[in-house]
């Protein structure tokens, strides 16, 4: 006997509360809307452009994220990002900025820890590379800094991403999200039937939409292990849909007559210990990637946990009401 932990025989009211509930999600879908001429879209370098390094320090160094992060400051990065590699304790650190003021006279990094024979051979270097300020420069300036406030480190890796690079990631992840629905649209339709199809996509936009729209309130950066999460939740979402959609299928062939909002109600509490279990053991995955994968992981772990959140929201209070809505306004079946 299968495991159910919501017993058989529940009958909540779902369908009952989809204008609730649509009224929700429209309220979270405009808000998110209006954050964007408000507080704008904080892009990550992948997609603005900017300047990644990743050092690691000798052993026996006294170094932290936030000793880096002022030192940055102070030698004209703004807003720089600090990630630690590996486990705490450890050496390693990826330094990651958008923009760094393009000056380089002593005024404008009075604080930045360079010697007078550091500052002669920065701006010799700049002059040879004809590009006074430009991100080569900015990298060799924090490299002396950190050697002489910090200490001795060697450089792994830089990379630089110039603002065209980042257009190109931007259009292709839109892209790849505009793709993955056409998709799935044609799936569905292939699956079920074409007035299946349409609550599906609006499921899926909608769990994009809010959970985006949420990054964008709370001022969370875009970069590209958000757009992976973006396209995870459209896996984990769709899956949950089709579920619930197969069982209406089934109950729809079962009688010639019903009451088709009695069916949609039937269906989801036919399939909700599944939806629970499937959504709690995912969600526990996920917030173990949140609390203990560090800040690496951080930007994937919180834009999955919003979106399981939304995605089973969706699948019960979105996928299934639009499903009824096409039924009864285009559809010969009774409502």
């Known amino acids: ?165 980042g257009s190109e990631l931007r259009r292709d992840g839109v892209s790849a999200l505009g793709l993955a629905c056409l998709l799935i649209l044609a799936y569905i339709t292939f699956r079920f039937s074409a007035r299946f199809a349409p609550g599906a996509i609006v499921a899926l936009v909608h769990d994009i939409g809010i959970t985006a729209g949420l990054f964008v309130i709370f001022g969370l950066e875009f970069d590209l292990r958000v757009l992976a999460a973006l396209l995870a939740i459209l896996g984990y979402s769709l899956n949950d849909t089709i579920i619930i959609y197969d069982r209406i299928r089934e109950n729809m062939e079962l009688r010639t007559k019903f009451n088709l909002e009695d069916v949609l109600n039937r269906s989801v509490n036919q399939t909700l210990s599944r939806t629970v279990l499937t959504s709690g053991t995912t969600l526990a995955a996920v917030l173990a990637l949140l609390f203990l994968g560090g800040e690496v992981l951080r930007p994937f772990a919180i834009a999955m946990v919003i979106g399981v959140f939304v995605g089973t929201y969706s699948s019960v209070f979105i996928a299934a009401p639009t499903l009824l809505f096409l039924e009864t306004r285009l559809g010969d079946r009774p409502s």
């Open 1 to 165: 006997m299968p495991f159910e932990l919501i017993p058989s025989g529940t009958q909540f009211d779902f369908i009952g509360k989809r204008r609730l509930c649509g009224a929700i999600s429209a309220a979270l879908l405009l808000a998110g809307l209006a954050a964007i001429p408000l507080q704008g879209v904080k892009l990550g370098i992948d997609f603005a452009g900017g300047t990644e390094v990743q050092v690691l320090f000798a052993d026996g160094i006294d170094v932290d994220e936030g000793r880096i992060r002022t030192l940055a400051g102070a030698c004209g990065i703004e807003n720089p990002s600090v990630v630690r590699y590996g486990e705490m304790g450890g050496s390693e650190y990826l330094i990651r900025f958008l923009k760094a003021s393009g000056e380089t006279d002593d005024a404008a990094i009075a604080e930045c820890p360079l010697t007078a024979e550091d500052r002669a051979q920065l701006a010799k270097s700049a002059e040879a590379q004809g590009k006074e300020g430009g991100s080569g420069e900015i990298v060799d300036r924090l490299n002396l800094a950190m050697a002489s406030a910090i200490g001795a480190h060697d450089v792994q890796r830089v990379e630089f991403v110039g603002p065209r690079v």
